[in-house]
């Protein structure tokens, strides 16, 4: 079992940057894919980025790509996002997650939520 726990989150303004990290406890963390999701009000949750347990396999949404981030350093038992060019329509709570499989891209898939860490994007 893994626990998470998001930071990072805040207001910025439109065009700005933020890293987001995720940390999980346990010590089979680099057993586990891991991924980025959101939920605006209102909508649902969404998927925004995953990665494979080593690293070097990373799926994006299409609304993020070219603008966010996705990685993860094992030793450290963390992942990250690093935001850019921030829109106000990226504003919304940003959740990690994980599962001990294959990297995956939506919400179903995960077994290992956080507990969210809000995005405001400012226009």
């Known amino acids: 079992q893994v626990q998470l726990v998001e930071s990072g989150g805040g207001l910025v303004q439109a065009g700005g940057s933020l890293r987001l990290s995720c940390a999980a406890s346990g010590r089979t963390f680099g057993s586990y894919a891991m991924g980025w999701f959101r939920q605006a009000p209102g909508k649902e949750r969404e998927f925004v980025a995953s990665?494979?347990?080593?690293?070097?396999?990373?799926y994006y949404a299409d609304s993020v790509k070219g603008r966010f981030t996705i990685s993860r350093d094992n030793a450290k038992n963390t992942m990250y996002l690093q935001m850019n060019s921030l829109k106000p329509e990226d504003t919304a709570v940003y959740y990690c997650?994980?599962?001990?499989?294959?990297?995956?891209?939506?919400?179903?898939?995960?077994?290992?939520w956080g507990q969210g860490t809000q995005v405001t994007v400012s226009s």
């Open positions: 990665i494979n347990w080593r690293g070097w396999n990373t």
């Open positions: 997650a994980a599962r001990q499989s294959t990297v995956a891209v939506t919400t179903t898939q995960y077994n290992y």
